[in-house]
């Protein structure tokens, strides 16, 4: 009796397990498949399925801080963009393009730049990883001068 019973109990838990870790995996999937530990496992089983590997790429969950257009005195005074990425995901991402747009007082576009932001990190220590989470990683842009007209700009990530 003993016996027969911790036997179903065996059982049940083996089923328990056998049942539970795909669901965890299939539900964990968005976040999961993002991160270099689980991803290789998802790339052999995606085709299988039929399912497609997010990117690594999660604009939404970069935070820009510090942002601010000033002159720097070098040998000679240039216009710089200087602000912070902060990676608030739970994963290393990858560092985004950038597109930094001047605009007049009505808000009509005067001029436009577009870089990589991985181009121009301060601390060029994890260039190669990706953003790191939670660490703010500081750019500086130098900028060609805008119109005089140029009272807004706007950051945008690509």
Excluded at 25 to 52: H, N
Excluded at 96 to 122: M, T, Y
Aim: aromatic residues 14%; contains cysteine.
């Amino acid at each position: 009796m003993y016996f027969e019973r911790a036997r179903i109990a065996q059982i049940g838990l083996f089923l328990f397990l056998f049942l539970s870790v795909p669901m965890h995996l299939w539900m964990g999937f968005p976040e999961y498949a993002r991160g270099d530990y689980l991803r290789p496992v998802y790339s052999y089983i995606c085709p299988v399925v039929g399912c497609v590997l997010p990117e690594y790429r999660d604009i939404g969950l970069i935070d820009v801080e510090n942002l601010q257009v000033r002159y720097v005195e070098e040998p000679e005074p240039i216009l710089v963009l200087e602000f912070s990425l902060i990676n608030r995901a739970n994963y290393l991402n990858a560092y985004p393009q950038c597109r930094i747009v001047f605009q007049d007082i009505e808000g009509i576009k005067l001029s436009q730049f577009e870089f990589d932001s991985i181009s121009f990190l301060v601390d060029s220590t994890s260039k190669y990883r990706g953003m790191p989470v939670g660490i703010p990683m500081k750019i500086v842009v130098p900028l060609e001068e805008p119109s005089m007209k140029a009272v807004n700009y706007e950051l945008v990530l690509m």
